[in-house]
């Protein structure tokens, strides 16, 4: 199932209003399923982490609680772009708006953060033009509601510059960049996400200027994530083994081979003691 959702005319009203109810009948502990989540992607077990999405996602619709489906679904997008799952991340997003015009969230915090995740699916999966209306709807939700120094603003402002770096807009996107690294400095354990934007830096300058113009960038943008990766994350550790998994592709294609069969190593390791 493809992307459906007519997007290049993106109309706000469609999904803001006067918020509905919480559901009335016995719902999902979302925070609890949550909780049973991350200790599947904590321990590698990645296969069993969209079984489990779905299995609840149902269980919600059947329970009538659409704040549950809901929650399940923005949960499924996130998986679907760890997995690579286009037809079901793209389905997700879908099911995902439809909620949210139906019950008019889109003004709240709780709405705009699950259209963030859609955008970002919409743009993993080939959709970046029509993802933008989207990131810039939830920026002005976000700049209504939120302390500018939430750690929400990181996450937007990363993907915000990851889209305009699939659009070439790269003068925008260290802009975003930029917003990012100083909303994630202001974050508790904000290293690892600052990590990952370094690399994704080096792989915009790379688009920009060609591979052998930005060396020395890509070496200083590496050589800081690198460092940034080195410390042991034990609060965080299952995530920081999915992270290190995916930066050492990275480290790997610009020569740093040591680094990158150490994250590997350090991955492995934490997947095995888990």
Not at 68 to 96: I, K, P, T, W, Y
Not at 231 to 240: I, K, L, P, S, V
Request: aromatic letters at 10%; one cysteine or more.
């Amino acid at each position: 199932m493809d992307y459906q959702e007519a997007v290049c005319c993106f109309d706000a009203s469609a999904y803001i209003g006067v918020p509905d109810a919480e559901p009335t009948a016995e719902g999902l502990n979302v925070p609890r399923l949550i909780a049973q989540l991350d200790s599947l992607y904590n321990t590698g077990r990645e296969d069993e982490a969209g079984e489990f999405l779905l299995r609840h996602r149902q269980r919600a619709r059947e329970l009538g609680d659409w704040r549950g489906e809901l929650s399940m679904l923005s949960e499924l997008m996130g998986h679907c772009r760890r997995s690579g799952d286009r037809q079901l991340g793209l389905r997700a997003v879908n099911e995902g708006l439809a909620i949210i015009r139906q019950h008019h969230l889109g003004s709240t915090v709780s709405g705009a953060t699950v259209l963030l995740n859609a955008a970002t699916t919409m743009k993993c999966f080939g959709h970046a033009a029509e993802s933008v209306p989207y990131f810039e709807h939830v920026a002005r939700v976000y700049a209504d509601n939120l302390d500018p120094r939430d750690y929400r603003f990181a996450g937007l402002y990363n993907n915000m510059a990851l889209t305009c770096v699939s659009l070439k807009r790269y003068d925008e996107a260290f802009v975003y960049y930029d917003k990012a690294i100083n909303a994630m400095s202001q974050v508790h354990a904000g290293e690892l996400e600052i990590a990952i934007t370094y690399l994704n830096m080096a792989n915009a300058y790379e688009l920009r200027d060609g591979l052998e113009a930005s060396e020395g960038k890509i070496n200083e943008l590496l050589d800081k994530a690198s460092e940034l990766l080195s410390d042991d994350h034990g609060a965080q550790e299952g995530y920081y083994a999915f992270v290190l998994e995916k930066c050492a592709p990275t480290f790997s294609y610009y020569g740093y081979f040591a680094d990158a069969e150490d994250m590997d190593r350090k991955a492995k390791m934490i997947y095995e003691r888990s």
